[in-house]
T-cell receptor, first 110, second 111 residues
Framework: GQQVMQIPQYQHVQEGEDFTTYCNSSTTLSNIQWYKQRPGGHPVFLIQLVKSGEVKKQKRLTFQFGEAKKNSSLHITATQTTDVGTYFCAVTGGGNKLTFGTGTQLKVEL | NAGVTQTPKFQVLKTGQSMTLQCAQDMNHNSMYWYRQDPGMGLRLIYYSASEGTTDKGEVPNGYNVSRLNKREFSLRLESAAPSQTSVYFC??????????FGQGTRLTVV
């Protein structure tokens, strides 16, 4: 089945520093989604990328889909304590099967 | 609208006991999913249902069964609970190739 590798597993940053998490697939993806899960909460959808080379922004968050549609990244500029949580990428396969990456846990220190 | 409702929120089972986790959605979505989440393991797909009347295995189906009772409800059953099934279980729903909506989760401990 479709698998995505997500790195890094953990990231500690000082507030104000930037943060990036990456998802990589060995196969071409039809789309990729990103989710955020706050500690103790459930995953919440952030965005979906569909087109090759697509770049989307949500305030301080920038999402990219690779030209070959095999990788994606989420970049947060000037992190804040409200960014704390785990960020997941997810891909859709046959039968609308939704598979998640292993996630990147972000901790932000003052 | 409640969205995606999971019951119960917490459960403690003894090894060998059985139980059913319930999930109901009022979003009129065709697809429904069950995931388990363990520390450092991300969200692993147990079973999913692309539409009413169909179910398929995910990455970790062993020890579980599911029933798609109707379009709204998708239940997960543990026939004989084991300590390795201690986890947080999430139900989710979606339309085709669109965002998934999650329930609040069920925190299950098997002792």
């Amino acid at each position: 089945g479709q698998q995505v590798m997500q790195i890094p597993q953990y990231q500690h940053v000082q507030e104000g520093e930037d943060f990036t998490t990456y998802c990589n697939s060995s196969t071409t993806l039809s789309n990729i989604q990103w989710y955020k899960q706050r500690p103790g909460g459930h995953p919440v959808f952030l965005i979906q990328l569909v087109k090759s080379g697509e770049v989307k922004k949500q305030k301080r968050l920038t999402f990219q889909f690779g030209e070959a549609k095999k990788n994606s990244s989420l970049h947060i500029t000037a992190t804040q304590t409200t960014d704390v949580g785990t960020y997941f990428c997810a891909v859709t396969g046959g039968g609308n099967k939704l598979t998640f990456g292993t996630g990147t846990q972000l901790k932000v220190e003052l | 609208n409640a969205g995606v409702t999971q019951t119960p929120k917490f459960q403690v089972l003894k090894t060998g006991q059985s139980m059913t986790l319930q999930c109901a959605q009022d979003m009129n979505h065709n697809s429904m999913y069950w995931y388990r989440q363990d520390p450092g393991m991300g969200l692993r797909l147990i079973y999913y249902s692309a539409s009413e009347g169909t179910t398929d295995k995910g990455e970790v189906p062993n020890g579980y069964n599911v029933s798609r009772l109707n379009k709204r409800e998708f239940s997960l059953r543990l026939e004989s609970a084991a300590p390795s099934q201690t986890s947080v279980y999430f139900c989710a729903t979606s339309r085709v190739n669109t965002e998934a909506f999650f329930g609040q989760g069920t925190r299950l401990t098997v002792v």
